[in-house]
């Protein structure tokens, strides 16, 4: 898991919504951001500045740019 703040995970994501890189993107039960790969890798975030609203608006965004998305939170 990594630890980071909103702007520091919104940079990390911008690389990999170029291409059909994501193959799906959640938030577990412990509020933590999961990213799934198709290669396979799953990345867990903990977004320290950032609350289930905005976590939320994040899914809907890649859910908007046909990224699957759990919205559960």
Do not use: Q
């Not at 198709?38 to 990345?43: H, I, S």
């Not at 908007?64 to 939170?73: A, D, N, Q």
């Amino acid at each position: 898991m990594k630890t980071c703040s909103l702007s520091d995970f919104m940079k990390a994501l911008t690389p990999w919504l170029d291409d059909d890189y994501i193959r799906k993107a959640y938030v577990d039960d412990n509020g933590h951001f999961v990213l799934l790969f198709t290669d396979g890798v799953k990345n867990v975030f903990h977004i320290e500045n950032c609350d289930d609203s905005r976590l939320k608006a994040i899914l809907e965004d890649l859910k908007k740019k046909g990224i699957p998305v759990e919205l559960s939170c």
